[in-house]
């Protein structure tokens, strides 16, 4: 095999497609371990900021970015036409749901479907969006044969499911083990070839493409259910005076068979609230209904309305209705620590409140503005004590580690903490758990 010599060798040329949370950190160290990369983006401020090496993403180290852009390894481009001089392609762009939460694989089609035109033989292109199982084989193998080139003779083709979790100070794109699945087994060996030549961690090799695919959507749906299970649990804790949080923390001196799941607002992030959707549209094709999977989404998916009535039955406490109220939200941000606010909770949350009339503001040290449903909501510039004390109630809604909690709890009139990021706190009056 022509490519994997080349690939062993470091001399063939990398592409990706999609330069967001997977794509840029994943073409940076494509660039690090020694190849000529290319990314290819529709976003034209995207690859102008790649050009210059102003990075974007927090899990990129901004001066790796520096260097290997002033090196030359890495380019970012707009012209789909320069795939032709790549021996191998990353496709990593977006797979949300469309508005009847139903897999829109738009960007995966259209991707595909630019691809073709500059396809060559001896080409290796790998799909690592998150998708349903089946989509390599059926939707990506298709397009790509347009081309007139076979798959697993003159082009080859596999997923490898992307694993990022935004702000993990521990595991990264380069020391994440890495899955495979390709069309035939030589399509996964030439992948795997890949992967082992730029990242520091196992590859696992699997049969077939719809294992690594439903792989993928197993990890983020065991977290779902997990997390759907402690959320329903936090409800009927709260009607029972039962404080949740202290039976996790007692559960999980357990040393076997207990794993700690939290409550919250809801799911947040491009793929645990999203990957059961794939999963149960998917399984609607076969007769099958996913009915655990799809009670955990139910509950999961209520958990920013839940937030909202609990925070008016507080407010009826001191007397207030909803209607009217000043509320302060701190953070919007979906996780701890990042300023990544796709699906978030805290905005439905926030949306929810609204709904009812309350006057919300938000402060988020990560995320100075957002923009949802086509609206942009500007955030406080300072989280001052005039601010806290103006809010007839503030709600923690992510749990940031560079929020001072204890100023907050000796300026705010009431705190419904849902994240449980005030449990140091030793002044609890005016704090209320989910």
């Given amino acids: 095999m022509i490519l994997k ?9 990398l592409g990706v497609l999609g330069l967001g949370y997977v794509g840029l950190p994943l073409a940076v160290e494509k660039a690090k371990a020694g190849f000529k990369t290319i990314g290819f983006d529709v976003q034209e401020s995207k690859v102008e ?14 001066e790796d970015l520096e260097e290997i852009i002033k090196s030359g390894l890495l380019s970012a481009t707009t012209d789909f036409a320069q795939v032709a001089s790549a021996d191998c392609v990353c496709i990593c762009v ?15 089609k259209s991707s595909a479907e630019s691809i073709v035109p500059y396809m060559h033989k001896d080409m290796l292109i790998i799909l690592e969006s998150t998708t349903y199982p089946g989509t390599t084989e059926e939707l990506l193998k298709p397009i790509l044969e347009k081309s007139g080139l076979k798959c697993g003779k003159d082009f080859y083709l596999a997923f490898s499911p992307e694993r990022v979790d935004p702000g993990n100070l521990i595991y990264k794109t380069k020391n994440t083990p890495k899955v495979v699945g390709g069309i035939t087994p030589e399509c996964t060996d030439v992948a795997a070839t890949l992967y082992e030549a730029i990242l520091e961690a196992p590859i696992h090799r699997v049969s077939s493409p719809a294992v690594a695919e439903m792989e993928k959507i197993l990890e983020n749906t065991y977290r779902n259910i997990n997390i759907g299970l402690v959320n329903e649990l936090a409800i009927l804790c709260n009607k029972m005076g039962i404080n949740i949080w202290e039976v996790i923390d007692a559960a999980k001196t357990k040393p076997y068979g207990f794993q700690a799941f939290y409550p919250g607002p809801g799911l947040g992030g491009h793929c645990i609230p999203l990957d059961p959707y794939y999963l149960s549209w998917k399984a609607r094709e076969y007769g099958f209904h996913t009915s655990m999977i799809e009670s955990s989404m139910m509950v999961n998916d209520r958990m920013p309305e839940y937030c909202a009535e609990r925070s008016s039955k507080i407010l009826n406490r001191f007397k207030k209705a909803m209607n009217g109220s000043k509320i302060l ?19 439905r949350v926030i949306e929810e409140l609204e709904k009812e009339g309350a006057e919300v ?13 086509g609206v942009v909501k500007k955030g406080e510039s300072k989280l001052t004590a005039e601010l806290i004390k103006s809010a007839d109630l503030v709600i923690i809604t992510t749990a940031h580690t560079n929020v001072d909690y204890g100023f907050i709890q000796k300026h705010a009139k009431v705190i419904f903490d849902t994240k449980n990021v005030m449990k140091h706190i030793d002044a609890r009056d005016n704090i209320e758990l989910l």
Wanted: aromatic fraction near 12%; proline fraction near 7%; hydrophobic fraction near 35%.
């Fill in 5 to 13: 010599q080349k690939l062993m060798a470091k001399t063939a040329i």
């Fill in 94 to 108: 977006p797979t949300p749901l469309d508005e009847h939460q139903q897999p829109d694989i738009s960007y995966v």
């Fill in 361 to 373: 503001a938000y402060f988020d040290p990560f995320v100075s503005e957002y923009r949802e449903h």
């Fill in 49 to 62: 900021m790649v050009n210059v090496g102003k990075n974007y993403i927090g899990d990129v180290v901004n």
């Fill in 329 to 347: 939200v701190l953070g919007v941000a979906y996780k701890q620590d990042i300023d990544d606010y796709r699906e978030s909770p805290a905005i």
